[in-house]
């Protein structure tokens, strides 16, 4: 396969133009809003 | 705390909000047998709260004051703008339960407050001059509001509430289903 990537080494942008790797989003984790209603006795 | 834990798996933001468990105490508290007067509790009604505090290396006692805890949910307001929200608040926790100390002595609240790396003077002007009163009464009114009667209740996402000293596996599991969709208010 022609690559655009000789002479980079992990540049995920060249690598994904020359089509050698597939970029997915990196999954983070979900979002949680914790309301903690307390009282300290 | 267990629902620490959840940041294992979801981006957590946490939020304390203040609720009196025995509204119109005295300000300098009372004692537990006075206040204990004609309640009649359940065996082993704190064991599950006992256990949670273990778990975060508390060893939960029986103090004999029962403080108003106006003032220490103020200092809460002054630890969460100085970034030192959950710190302080199992420092204060401990205190009381373990430690023994009356937590509605502005005294105590400010050296809990140093040893949790805040500015204890910067605490104590703030109480003297009723800094964070408005902001707790907000959160006070809120928790009658939305018909919060026992504590810990902690709310997912404005969505949800658990009431109770649950076990972690309980957190998240509601915090599963309320990231999925799978609840509904």
């Not at chain 2, 420092?91 to 009381?96: L, Q, R, S, T």
């Not at chain 2, 339960?97 to 937590?103: A, G, K």
């Amino acid at each position: 396969m022609e690559s655009w990537s000789v002479g980079f080494d992990g540049d995920e942008d060249v690598e994904r133009h020359a089509g050698m790797i597939e970029v997915r989003p990196k999954a983070g984790k979900p979002r949680l809003h914790l309301r903690v209603v307390s009282d300290y006795i | 705390m267990r629902v620490e834990r959840l940041s294992e798996e979801f981006d957590v933001e946490f939020e304390a909000f203040a609720f009196e468990l025995r509204p119109g105490m005295p300000p300098e508290g009372m004692a537990r047998k006075e206040a204990s007067r004609g309640r009649v509790y359940p065996p082993g009604y704190l064991d599950n709260m006992r256990q949670m505090a273990a778990d975060s290396g508390i060893d939960m006692k029986r103090p004999a004051i029962i403080p108003n805890t106006r003032k220490a949910h103020e200092a809460t307001e002054f630890a969460k703008d100085g970034g030192a929200l959950l710190a302080f608040h199992r420092a204060v926790f401990k205190a009381y339960w373990s430690d023994e100390q009356n937590i509605g002595e502005i005294e105590v609240l400010c050296r809990v407050a140093g040893e949790c790396g805040l500015n204890s003077e910067a605490l104590r002007q703030a109480l003297a001059d009723g800094r964070y009163a408005e902001r707790v009464q907000e959160q006070l009114a809120w928790g009658r509001a939305a018909g919060i009667t026992g504590v810990p209740t902690v709310v997912f996402n404005g969505r949800f509430a658990v009431v109770g000293a649950q076990d972690s596996e309980v957190f998240r599991d509601v915090g599963r289903h309320v990231v999925e969709g799978r609840v509904s208010a």
